[in-house]
């Protein structure tokens, strides 16, 4: 079946804008959500987005929901040290019922100095 | 105090042998989900269970069994470990009526 896919690794220095990207596999996933994992820890609900939504802002966090390309975005503005994280897109897709979480690979972000 | 823990944090086992990795909540929560994650693959599926009567399979199942022992625990075995089980395993709890899902801190299992 299909995937939900992110690029595996980005770079950005402390005080840039970080943009990591998702493409999820169902258009009529209800919620689509981000989720942080930080070193040796478990994921946390960092934000999520009903789908009849094309944006959310959460303070630094922005959420981009494209419907029709099936992507998903999430913007951290003036990205700390402190975000250098493991960051999930996920997904409810249909075919499981609207029962559970698909989860992308995740994207590692690293803030240097 | 942790609202979903897992113990053990770490364990190495060698191949053959049975092992189990246990999961409690003080969430309250009836759904719990037992997931996997291997680098650059995410978190996959293992099993779930919706209350303490339901177990389902997820995407991975094979060579995993899982039990309800309440509505706060829920323990992962694997019968007869393998290298390629070697992973960081994590447990998850949801409310009924959320999709939001809180994850335990992990354990990080070796099978030599």
């Known amino acids: 079946g299909e995937d939900v896919e992110q690029s595996l690794f980005l770079s950005v220095r402390e005080g840039d804008s970080s943009v990591i990207n998702c493409t999820y596999t169902d258009s009529s996933s209800t919620y689509l959500y981000w989720y942080k994992q930080e070193p040796g820890a478990g994921l946390q609900l960092l934000t999520y987005i009903f789908s009849n939504m094309d944006m959310k802002q959460d303070q630094r966090l922005t959420v981009l929901l494209n419907k029709k390309d099936k992507h998903l975005s999430l913007r951290i503005a003036d990205t700390q040290t402190g975000d250098s994280a493991i960051y999930f897109c996920a997904e409810i897709p249909q075919n499981t019922g609207f029962q559970k979480l698909v989860f992308g690979t995740g994207t590692r972000l690293l803030v240097s100095p | 105090d942790a609202d979903v823990t897992q113990t053990p944090r770490n364990r190495i086992t060698k191949t053959g042998k049975r092992i189990m990795l246990e999961c409690s909540q003080t969430k309250g929560h009836d759904r719990m989900y037992w997931y996997r994650q291997d680098p650059g693959l995410g978190l996959r599926l293992i099993y779930y269970?919706?209350?303490?009567?339901?177990?389902n399979k997820g995407e991975i199942s094979d060579g995993y069994s899982v039990s309800r022992q309440a509505q706060a625990k829920f323990s992962l075995s694997l019968e007869s470990a393998i290298p390629n089980q070697t992973a960081l395993y994590f447990c998850?709890?949801?409310?009924?009526?959320?999709?939001?899902?809180?994850f335990g801190p992990g354990t990080r299992l070796t099978v030599t």
């Open positions: 269970s919706f209350d303490v009567k339901d177990i």
């Open positions: 998850a709890t949801s409310g009924q009526d959320s999709y939001e899902q809180y």
